[in-house]
């Protein structure tokens, strides 16, 4: 008997997706450089289903059958080149490699590049939903031709996450598509993971409350329209009272954000596309700021504000700023996923994307419906922000938004995350931006150019001349 799929890279994430594919009824061959992991697997989890333990790459490729679908999981990076020099030599034509690790989607569209000359498929996929969500259903984003997405497409949607009996997973686009979706979608999860953590700040320095009662507001924000995976945990986390010591948990963790790298190339890849993603890029300097000790031990000693005290509604406020900053958040991200499908013609159905983020992965969250509804009433929106019911709910924020990042000023509390969020949506809507002034500072120093409100054409001013005359560029 041949597997219908293959599984690379034993370690957490490989070992539980392969689990999930013979839990539902796939024969898995399962392989892994040092193969302690495949046998651990096999001895531990073989009950489940039908795996095909391999100890070499021949004997895996072996057995699987044709056209050979091969998922590879090890670490990204030259991990993952070393494991596509080792394998590609044994493939045919129309055999699909599907990368399920977190690669940079340039590398993907190398890897797709290259393996396409030779014939294989070269899928970059995104997997959204840690160790938990691989085993259980994760969210899941393909990249790659469309032709392999015919040939994966059904086994990837059987042990992907469902919501409403939807599976979440479609095809996302060509090449490197998926795995640019997933780098989005991380960078999105940096920003809400620092809204909540602005918000958590504010209830707990601004009015005072401690952690047990907190985590009941958090409790009854998931209750309302912030319903999501991540206010759910943000509660139980601050529920939890650390045993050793009987102090709230979170007190005894170090106060320093690391990261993996995702949040950070977001930010490097919209720069490169001129996308301004605002609140993905403060969550990532303020992990980095969290993340100097130094700096933070020197800076210590400056003086803050005399304290003031506060109504309890403040935490009503702060529910608003939430809500407003994530909408922000959120649209900035799917503009830059618009951005990226522009650039490089992927087509990325921006609703879609809302759709298959519904389950499995850490972001998601009942707002996700709302991006559909929005995506489906307007596919080419400029902003989730004019959406009719985005639109509504800023406008109701707005006062509630203004008061708390006022207040967090003056209380001393840094928000930088509801801070960019509001200017973003003050700048979106000015009448007139202050860029005219940078635009003619530029022209000064350097006759960059500039164009008028009045005239078609650009124009340059002899600013070194006396009487300044302008002339037509
Ligand atoms: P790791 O990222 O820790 O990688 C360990 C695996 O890579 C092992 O199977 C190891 O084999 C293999 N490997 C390495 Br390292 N170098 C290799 C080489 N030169 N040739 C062949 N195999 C090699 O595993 P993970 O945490 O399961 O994550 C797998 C992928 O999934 C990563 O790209 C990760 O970014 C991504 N991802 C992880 C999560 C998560 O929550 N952990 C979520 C979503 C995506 P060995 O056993 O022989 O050392």
């Given at each position: 008997?041949?597997?219908?799929?293959?599984?690379?890279?034993?370690?957490t994430m490989g070992r539980n997706l392969a689990r999930n594919l013979a839990r539902h009824g796939h024969a898995v061959a399962v392989h892994n450089r040092t193969p302690a992991r495949t046998k651990a697997l096999?001895?531990?989890?073989?009950?489940?289903g039908v795996f095909l333990p391999a100890e070499t790459p021949e004997e895996f490729v072996r057995s699987l059958e044709r056209p050979?679908?091969?998922?590879?999981?090890?670490?990204?990076?030259?991990?993952?080149?070393?494991?596509?020099?080792?394998?590609?030599?044994?493939?045919?034509?129309g055999d699909m490699i599907v990368d399920g690790g977190n690669a940079h989607f340039e590398d993907t569209r190398r890897r797709e590049r290259e393996?396409?000359?030779?014939?294989?498929?070269?899928?970059?996929?995104?997997?959204?939903?840690?160790?938990?969500g691989a085993l259980n259903g994760p969210s899941i984003m393909p990249g790659g031709s469309p032709e392999s997405y015919e040939a994966l497409g059904p086994l990837l949607e059987s042990i992907a996450a469902k919501v409403e009996g939807v599976p979440c997973c479609t095809h996302v686009g060509p090449?490197?598509?998926?795995?640019?979706?997933?780098?989005?979608?991380?960078?999105?999860?940096?920003?809400?993971?620092?809204?909540?953590?602005?918000?958590?700040?504010?209830?707990?320095?601004?009015?005072?409350?401690?952690?047990?009662?907190?985590?009941?507001?958090?409790?009854?924000?998931?209750?309302?329209?912030?319903?999501?995976?991540?206010?759910?945990?943000?509660?139980?986390?601050?529920?939890?009272?650390?045993?050793?010591?009987g102090r709230p948990f979170v007190d005894v963790v170090v106060d320093q954000a690391?990261?993996?790298?995702?949040?950070?190339?977001?930010?490097?890849?919209?720069?490169?596309l001129g996308v301004p993603v605002s609140g993905i890029a403060e969550a990532v300097f303020a992990r980095s700021l969290s993340g100097s000790p130094r700096l933070r031990e020197a800076a210590r000693r400056l003086p803050g504000p005399s304290r003031f005290k506060l109504e309890q509604r403040f935490a009503d406020d702060v529910e608003q700023a939430l809500y407003a900053s994530k909408i922000v958040a959120y649209a900035q991200g799917f503009n830059q996923i618009q951005a990226a499908s522009d650039e490089y013609g992927w087509g990325i159905d921006l609703g879609a994307m809302a759709t298959i983020w519904r389950g499995g992965c850490i972001i998601r969250a009942r707002f996700l419906?709302?991006?559909?509804?929005?995506?489906?009433?307007?596919?080419r929106t400029p902003t989730l922000l004019t959406d009719d019911h985005f639109a509504g709910a800023l406008g109701d924020a707005q006062d509630s938004w203004r008061t708390v990042v006022s207040i967090s000023a003056q209380l001393g509390i840094p928000t930088p995350g509801f801070a960019t969020a509001l200017a973003y949506y003050d700048a979106l809507r000015a009448e007139r931006l202050p860029a005219a002034l940078t635009q003619a500072q530029r022209d000064f120093f350097g006759a960059h150019t500039y164009r008028r409100v009045d005239r078609e054409g650009s124009f340059h001013t002899r600013w070194e001349l006396p009487d300044r005359p302008e002339v037509g560029a």
């Open positions: 008997k041949k597997a219908v799929i293959g599984v690379t890279g034993l370690a096999v001895t531990e989890y073989g009950h489940e050979r679908r091969i998922v590879i999981m090890v670490k990204a990076g030259a991990a993952t080149d070393a494991v596509i020099q080792e394998f590609a030599p044994l493939l045919e034509p393996l396409r000359e030779r014939g294989i498929h070269f899928v970059g996929t995104g997997i959204s939903g840690g160790e938990e090449d490197g598509a998926g795995h640019f979706v997933k780098m989005v979608h991380n960078g999105i999860e940096y920003a809400d993971m620092q809204l909540i953590a602005e918000a958590y700040d504010l209830l707990r320095h601004g009015l005072g409350m401690p952690p047990a009662e907190i985590a009941e507001v958090f409790r009854s924000w998931n209750n309302g329209r912030l319903e999501s995976y991540l206010i759910e945990i943000t509660a139980e986390v601050l529920a939890h009272t650390d045993p050793a010591t690391e990261q993996k790298g995702t949040g950070r190339w977001t930010v490097q890849t919209a720069l490169d419906d709302r991006i559909r509804a929005a995506y489906a009433a307007d596919p």
